[in-house]
């Protein structure tokens, strides 16, 4: 009967530590714990997490675990109906339905883990879900016209080591299609010539690597701020995109940076509204790509997307713009 738990011990599941007890809360089981630590390490991304997923993961669970406590439950004696309050909750403080499913999915593969190891009989979060979304995929896209990415652009001053940072950080997201995270683990290690052309290696999700070809304009920004980094006595190894100012100075931008970054220049262009930020300059990358007659097979290789089905939602943002029906209406309003 106690077999399932004693391989617990067997796949050498790693005993938390006091950061994931504080992470994830008190209350929890240990056992339980250890069964989830141990699903992250074989079961998520095919046994080969990054440290970003983990801590997502961890992250989740912490939520869920601070909520039950507030709310005078233990997690580890959840029942379905705490999951659904907890859906409710989700909901009330406005969070989107791919978000709810979000986290309600990982709240379900915590008890799963449990379940696996027989340390609990009933998930009480299988079948509860998010939320039915009935929005086109291609209705969600958030993207810059090109007249407002240049204008984004023109916002970003390059008098200084950190003005030059920025018009990079946006090229990057804007004219390449790189994530948030792609730019934040950039190395400098990462950049490559090939000839005359110039590419970058880019770590995506589930550590696949990328190259990502640059433009001239691109590079010759990125050579720029590699410049202003020599002269101002920072080394050229390791991260790309650091701190300038007196906080952080030479460390490693974080993605809550880059976020600040994107936000208060779409601010100064008078730019920024609700989902407008990093990913809708990914979203603009493949839109005006798109638009502009590159072929969907490549834009999908350029943004690292495993399937032509989810770079295809860009064709149909752009073809639903131009071939809007009301353009057939020979009427003058």
């Not at 440290?51 to 029942?79: L, M, N, Q």
């Amino acid at each position: 009967m106690n077999e399932p738990k004693n391989e617990l011990a067997r796949i050498g599941a790693p005993f938390v530590d006091a950061e994931i007890v504080e992470e994830q809360g008190a209350s929890l089981r240990p056992d339980m714990m250890n069964a989830f630590e141990a699903f992250l390490q074989m079961d998520v991304a095919y046994g080969d997490p990054t440290s970003d997923t983990i801590a997502a993961y961890r992250r989740e669970v912490g939520f869920w675990v601070k909520w039950c406590e507030k709310s005078g439950i233990d997690a580890s004696e959840a029942r379905r109906g705490d999951v659904e309050a907890y859906k409710e909750a989700l909901k009330r403080a406005g969070l989107s339905v791919a978000t709810r499913r979000h986290k309600l999915s990982i709240i379900r593969r915590f008890y799963a883990a449990s379940q696996k190891y027989a340390l609990i009989q009933v998930n009480p979060a299988e079948g509860v879900k998010g939320g039915k979304d009935l929005t086109a995929p291609e209705d969600k896209i958030k993207f810059l016209a090109e007249q407002a990415l240049a204008a984004l652009l023109a916002a970003i001053s390059s008098d200084s080591i950190s003005g030059i940072r920025d018009r990079t950080i946006v090229a990057l997201m804007a004219i390449h299609g790189l994530r948030r995270i792609e730019v934040h683990r950039l190395n400098h290690e990462d950049l490559q010539l090939e000839g005359d052309m110039a590419y970058l290696t880019v770590n995506g999700k589930g550590n696949k690597l990328r190259r990502v070809y640059l433009r001239e304009d691109t590079f010759a920004t990125l050579q720029m701020y590699f410049s202003a980094k020599a002269n101002a006595g920072y080394t050229a190894k390791g991260a790309v995109f650091v701190g300038h100012g007196n906080n952080g100075r030479g460390h490693r931008l974080s993605r809550q940076a880059l976020h600040e970054v994107v936000s208060k220049y779409l601010n100064i262009a008078a730019l920024k509204r609700n989902g407008v930020s990093c990913h809708a300059l990914r979203h603009t990358f493949g839109t005006l790509s798109v638009s502009g007659g590159a072929k969907v097979e490549h834009v999908r290789d350029a943004m690292g997307h495993s399937k032509l089905e989810t770079t295809s939602i860009y064709i149909k943002a752009v073809e639903r713009a131009k071939n809007n029906p009301a353009n057939f209406i020979n009427v003058t309003v």
